[in-house]
């Protein structure tokens, strides 16, 4: 069973693990809101050590950099190749091969641009209020998010690919207890308070129906680009709502 950590931990992160790989790739997406979890926890002690200084600027842009540093950008290419792919091609052919290449073309610099501006801006305001448990947060929920796209939705290409040993034996198993974990994980960190839990994996939830109900009408399905996207992206949304949060504006609404 820890193969499948050790295989989560080598695919998700550029950290050196010990140890053998899962024999079934799928076996690893049980771990992987761990995983995540260890993601944030390194994520938030590069905030705390800008926030040492007192210099909150820095923190966000520690936060930032290390977490693309720490995936090897695994899932800001992902975000691009989908940018490109996506709005650069017509057909789902089209769009297929685009993001099989390597060279980030004007929607996917764009995307990469825009997506991780908004996520500084995001940090900066969690780092101002110390709200490292919602930093850590949005590291779990997007890495749960890959798990139920990958258990719930085909994979696109008939030719194979980099995540197809994750995705065709991911099924309801992996999704109840990804899903579960993940939850857990995202009340311990909010030192299970209720509502902005709850506010948090909703925008985790309308990301990732988003980004599966695009891939499904784009290409009919999802492939390893797709999931990194989807972690970028879930990620950017659970620290919008944070920083909401702690703004007041819900309840401002109320």
């Known amino acids: 069973m820890l193969s499948g950590l050790v295989t989560a931990l080598r695919t998700l992160t550029a950290l050196p693990v010990p140890g053998r790989d899962a024999e079934r790739f799928s076996s690893s997406l049980y771990w992987f809101p761990v995983v995540g979890l260890v993601i944030g926890g390194i994520v938030v002690l590069l905030a705390r050590a800008g926030m040492g200084v007192g210099w909150p600027e820095l923190a966000a842009v520690l936060a930032l950099l290390g977490g693309l540093i720490l995936t090897r950008g695994l899932h800001a290419d992902g975000l691009a190749d989908l940018a490109d792919g996506f709005f650069g091609g017509r057909t789902r052919e089209a769009a297929l091969r685009i993001m099989k290449d390597p060279n980030v073309g004007s929607f996917g610099s764009l995307a990469l641009i825009g997506v991780m501006l908004f996520k500084w801006i995001c940090l900066l305001e969690l780092a101002r209020a110390e709200a490292y448990g919602m930093i850590a947060a949005g590291a779990v929920l997007s890495r749960t998010a890959q798990v139920l796209l990958a258990a719930r939705m085909p994979y696109a290409r ?12 991911a099924g309801w198993p992996h999704l109840l207890v990804a899903s579960i974990s993940g939850v857990v994980l995202l009340f311990v960190l909010l030192d ?9 994996l909703f925008g985790s939830v309308v990301a990732l129906f988003f980004v599966g109900w695009l891939s499904h009408r784009k ?5 390893g680009d797709v999931l990194g996207a989807c972690s970028e992206l879930v990620e950017a949304a659970v620290w919008l709502l944070a920083a909401l949060w702690l703004k007041g504006l819900f309840w401002a609404i109320a």
Do not use: C, K, R
């Open 192 to 200: 299970w308070q209720l509502a902005p839990s709850l506010i948090l």
């Open 219 to 223: 290409i009919g399905g999802i492939t």
């Open 158 to 169: 008939s030719d194979g690919g980099t995540a197809m040993a994750f995705v065709e034996d």
